[in-house]
């Protein structure tokens, strides 16, 4: 989502009040059509129209006449537009930094959710620590033991995917007895 800068004076600037109340709306849908498509100030003719329901290039020439607007090849650019608004390169700069930084964030609590759940449920990397119950303790199917609970993946099928931490199998939730059950993930 793109974000303009307005003076919270700006109703009050004499260009502004010069202009009037439905050349200060265009101002506006202007503006923020160039911070949104990231235009450097340039407005198209194109879509005047679909900004305002009036009668807009005239509207635009008073804006023109008022100093807020210049004139341009296809259109009209915002007067100082770059002064007060970042430019598409650095609106381009600051959104590759922001996702970067979401993603480092991200990253870090991914992290402490999977060290706080191996805390919990004794995971470590590709093993299961299998806790007693109070009938015994719980033994594979696949070695011909005792049948896991339903969904569940043997130990032995999560030492089968070397890049698989062990833990994203545990997502599901746990058991009649507390203890957590795998589930697959596809």
Not at 9 to 22: E, I, M, R, S, Y
Not at 40 to 55: H, I, K, S
Not at 81 to 89: I, K, N, T, V
């Amino acid at each position: 989502m793109a974000w303009v800068r307005l003076d919270d004076q700006f109703h009050d600037h004499p260009k502004v009040v010069d202009a009037g109340p439905l050349a200060e709306a265009l101002f506006l849908r202007g503006l923020t059509y160039a911070a949104r498509y990231l235009t450097d100030g340039f407005v198209p003719a194109g879509v005047l129209r679909r900004m305002v329901d009036m009668d807009a290039v005239a509207e635009a020439e008073r804006l023109v006449a008022c100093g807020l607007w210049e004139p341009a090849a296809g259109g009209w650019t915002i007067h100082d537009y770059l002064d007060y608004q970042p430019s598409r390169q650095r609106a381009i700069e600051d959104r590759a930094g922001n996702a970067r930084r979401q993603g480092e964030w991200r990253e870090r609590k991914r992290n402490a959710a999977v060290t706080a759940l191996r805390s919990v449920t004794g995971v470590t990397r590709n093993a299961v620590t299998v806790p007693e119950v109070e009938d015994g303790p719980r033994r594979d199917a696949a070695a011909g033991g005792d049948t896991p609970p339903s969904g569940a993946v043997s130990g032995e099928s999560l030492a089968e995917n070397p890049g698989d931490d062990g833990l994203s199998s545990f997502i599901g939730g746990v058991d009649r007895n507390g203890c957590p059950v795998p589930v697959p993930i596809p």
